[in-house]
């Protein structure tokens, strides 16, 4: 697919604010999209995640702020003159046309002649292999055929930048993780910039070069699936992007960089913050993975320890999901269900550790 | 399933039997020259009167425009109820409504008194100095026409307004977001989704203003003569029945001819998709 522009734009959003109301929808969204990048929005339902996309499209007017495409402003632009490609939340794909009808209504917009309109939608539609499909009316389709069109259609006409509104939510699982290797794929492909709205954080993790947690029209963190995985720097994020559990107690300094969380008569030592434990309302971030049940040789300066008894345990498949009642309360480990030779059972008393750096102290 | 239920219809059954059925077998009985023979003379004479045939025609020819002029109004209206704000919605079916509730005597009678010779239109253009003479609004087919389409507005605007409802507002966003502006968007997309909704409702405007006859008897007045009217004049003042017996089976035939047409919509529409 060597013809098919591969320029991506670079996507600028300053200062982005938009209410409803007393809704903030958007509230002081700031944002850089260097050129090519697969970014995605993710955040719970009513985030703002849709609103922002809309004001990129040029759907909504913004109450303040400025989005700004390769260093030009797009305000007064309306939405027909902004040439981005946006895959819309269910589709919305044209009843009344047929696939090919519904690619080639971008090109017949702008005027292009009989035989070179032919050859692009040919291309388009390879681009995303529904060539055979062509004749079909979008109702003839399955979800995923659907939003292939939707694609095809927003790429049809070479935009810079690419906006998905949910491309993915209305499918089940399993062809959801087909198809979000194949956008992937294709964004790698084409070169494109892709702006993508998600409530999955699955997906955006697969997908995306970079992700931008919003919550309540605001953004908590951007940065790598890696990074914001490893690193999340609020209790929601922890939260939102895979499982944590959250030890909360009594802080005390313990030098050295440490601090000691105590609850009851257990205490472990975890690094300092580098706010200090003044203030806030912090709580102690753990991965379930980083947890180890009643492993013995795990020992030493550098491990947390606790004592518990388990509480439960859940075996599915690849997994083994232990839930540890200790002195913080429940917690939850995941150890790999290959190779345990530990048989655990309900009731079992036990202990639970795990490397001290490999949590956080986050405030909420 | 339900059988006992069945006896709380059969009140309204035998109503509509007795009342509707039965002069309607009978008016068809006459038609074919029962119960002294069977005959279809009175359908020879139908296509053999140039007057009655003129009649159909004018019949046809009218209903038509006024269809067409309903529909263009009824969908701006419609459109108009579907993308305003719930009050004005609500204003605006209000004024499309409190006409509907009115008899249509009271309406015709009320558009004479707005559209003759010295009524209030022709005052207030004359007033203006717009027109020296009084135009010619009523008492002929356009008063006919304005009289029918006020009535049978509200058909047209009241399934069109339920089908924009449902039309996907991104269905619009999307043709503009690859290039179409609002005036394209609209007609490449807006009314061919609600294609199906415009059949239907121009089928059931067609079918009432094919029953009318109270407007074309007073705003006509009595120059324009359509069906109804005139197969009422037929039954109540020159009492020949067969005859209006044949024109009823006329204008039931066609009723239900498309009545039959507005199925075949109903799978035009799962055809194109929508609804
Ligand atoms: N047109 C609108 N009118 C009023 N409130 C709206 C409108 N669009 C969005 N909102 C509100 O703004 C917030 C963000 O909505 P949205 O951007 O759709 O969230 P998301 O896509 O993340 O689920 C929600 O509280 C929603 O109710
Ligand atoms: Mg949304």
């Known amino acids: 697919m060597s013809e098919f522009a591969a320029s991506g734009g670079a996507l600028r959003l300053e200062g982005l604010s938009k209410s409803f109301g007393h809704t903030r929808a958007i509230d002081d969204v700031t944002l850089d999209v260097p050129p090519g990048e697969f970014v995605s929005l993710l955040g719970p339902s009513g985030s703002g995640k849709s609103t922002i996309l809309m004001a990129i499209a040029g759907f909504v007017a913004l109450d303040r702020g400025e989005i700004l495409l390769d260093g030009k402003s797009v305000h007064g632009l309306t939405p027909e003159r902004r040439n981005f490609g946006v895959v819309f939340q269910g589709y919305a794909l044209f009843p009344h046309m047929t696939v090919a009808g519904n690619v080639e209504y971008p090109l017949k917009l702008r005027g292009m002649g009989k035989a070179a309109r032919q050859a692009q939608l040919e291309r388009t539609l390879d681009l995303v292999r529904l060539g055979p499909l062509a004749g079909r009316y979008p109702r003839e389709l399955s979800g995923g055929q659907q939003q292939r069109v939707a694609l095809a259609r927003a790429l049809v006409f070479e935009p810079k930048v690419i906006l998905l509104d949910e491309p993915l939510s209305a499918l089940d699982k399993k062809l959801r993780l087909d198809l979000q290797l194949e956008l992937k794929a294709l964004h790698e492909r084409l070169g494109t910039t892709f702006v993508n709205v998600t409530h999955d954080q699955e997906e955006a993790m697969n997908m995306s070069d970079r992700i931008v947690i919003l919550n309540e029209g605001r953004i908590l963190q951007t940065g790598g699936p890696e990074a914001l995985y490893n690193a999340p720097n609020t209790r929601f994020v922890a939260d939102f992007l895979g499982r944590t559990n959250f030890l909360e107690g009594d802080l005390s300094p313990a030098g050295n960089g440490l601090v000691t969380l105590r609850r009851g008569d257990e205490a472990f030592d975890v690094p300092e913050p580098d706010g200090g434990i003044g203030g806030g309302d912090l709580a102690y971030a753990i991965r379930p993975e980083r947890i180890s049940v009643g492993a013995s040789d795990l020992a030493g300066d550098d491990y947390c320890t606790l004592r518990g008894r388990i509480a439960s345990v859940v075996f599915n498949g690849a997994q083994i999901l232990y839930r540890v009642e200790t002195a913080f309360g429940e917690v939850l480990a995941v150890e790999p269900s290959y190779g345990a030779g530990k048989h655990l059972l309900v009731g079992e008393h036990t202990t639970v550790r795990w490397a001290r750096d490999a949590g956080a102290l986050l405030e909420r | ?275």
């Open chain 2, 1 to 275: 399933m339900n059988r006992p239920y069945y006896f709380f219809v059969l009140p309204a059954v035998a109503l509509v039997a007795l009342m509707f059925l039965l002069p309607l077998g009978w008016l068809a009985a006459l038609s074919f020259g029962l119960p002294e023979g069977f005959t279809l003379e009175h359908y020879e004479a139908l296509a053999g009167s140039s007057g009655i045939r003129s009649m159909l025609w004018n019949t046809v020819r009218l209903v038509t425009i006024t269809t067409l002029v309903s529909l263009v109004l009824g969908y701006l209206v419609a459109f108009a109820m579907a993308h305003l704000g719930e009050t004005q919605r609500m204003l605006l079916t209000l004024f499309v409504l409190v006409p509907f509730w009115l008899s249509v005597l009271a309406r015709a009678l009320a558009w004479l008194i707005l559209l003759r010779h010295n009524g209030l239109v022709n005052e207030a253009l004359t007033g203006a100095g717009l027109i020296d003479r009084p135009l010619q609004l009523v008492r002929n087919e356009l008063g006919v026409i304005i009289g029918m389409v006020h009535f049978l507005i509200p058909y047209a605007v009241f399934p069109l307004f339920a089908a924009m409802m449902t039309v996907d507002r991104r269905l619009v966003m999307a043709a503009r977001s690859v290039g179409a502006v609002p005036w394209r968007a609209f007609i490449d997309v807006y009314v061919p989704v609600t294609l199906p909704a415009i059949f239907g409702a121009g089928v059931l405007v067609f079918i009432f203003g094919l029953g009318f006859f109270v407007t074309p008897a007073i705003l006509g007045g009595g120059r324009v003569v359509m069906l109804s009217e005139y197969i009422s004049v037929s039954v109540l003042q020159t009492l020949r029945w067969a005859q209006a017996g044949a024109l009823s089976m006329v204008l039931l035939v066609s009723v239900i001819a498309l009545v039959w047409l507005v199925a075949r919509a109903i799978g035009f529409r799962r055809l194109t998709g929508v609804g």
